[in-house]
Antibody
């Protein structure tokens, strides 16, 4: 069975840090670009960041650039999101998603697999 | 940034009817790299259509996608009760990989 399981979501104060993890199984993680997408409860979807299978190409949305760092450990089939200088507006469910791209120079692709998400709440 | 505008915001239809959802881009989407997702309450999005007319694995053939350039359409030929949900379009051609604001398909 193909699974993506996010963890690490929590309630944190503004300015603090948090690290999200996405553990995967059931497919060759080494072969795919991976992304983070977030969703404020009850609102729409917002792409956050993505990277290629070999981390050669890494992209961020302007809203998180300079504060968030995406990374992966192919030996552990895991994706990470280090979130620093958190703001109230970062409050959302964070989903990891597998992209269709298997190139190390093309990070984009349609998102064919999604985890169930982990909730990050930034509040004082 | 490519802005995607979905219409209508809410669509009220009955089971058995045909649904037509629109997604308009602020600039041309290269190679028609546009996807459609379905999201039900409390669940993650599910890929329905990509590229813009290919159905994802396991998606029934009552779902179809079309369009090019700046105008794209998702059609559900005959609505089933399980189709009532929120639908999002997304362009994956140009970073940032933006989503539309969603269309809520509700039972009339």
């Amino acid at each position: 069975e193909v699974l993506l399981v996010e963890s690490g979501g929590d309630l944190v104060q503004p300015g603090r840090s948090l690290r999200l993890s996405c553990t995967t199984s059931g497919f060759n993680f080494n072969y795919y670009s991976m992304h983070w997408v977030r969703q404020v409860p009850g609102k729409g979807l917002e792409w956050v960041s993505g990277l290629t299978w070999g981390s050669r190409i890494i992209e961020y949305s302007d809203s998180v650039k300079g504060r968030f760092t995406i990374s992966r450990d192919n030996s552990k089939a895991s994706l990470y999101l280090q979130m620093n200088s958190l703001r109230i507006e970062d409050t959302a469910f964070y989903y990891c998603a597998r992209a269709s791209s298997s190139s190390d120079v093309v990070v984009s692709g349609y998102f064919d697999l999604w985890g169930r998400g982990t909730l990050v709440t930034v509040s004082s | 940034e490519i802005v995607l505008t979905q219409s209508p915001g809410t669509l009220s239809l009955s089971p058995g009817e045909r649904a037509t959802l629109s997604c308009r881009a602020s600039q041309s989407v290269t190679r028609s790299y546009l996807a459609w997702y379905q999201q039900k309450r409390g669940q993650p999005p599910r890929l329905l259509i990509y590229g813009p007319s290919s159905r994802a694995t396991g998606i029934p053939d009552r779902f179809s996608g079309s369009g090019s350039g700046t105008d794209f359409t998702l059609t559900i030929s005959r609505l089933e009760p399980e189709d009532f949900a929120v639908y999002y379009c997304q362009q994956y051609a140009t970073s940032p990989y933006t989503f539309g604001q969603g269309t809520k398909l509700e039972i009339k």
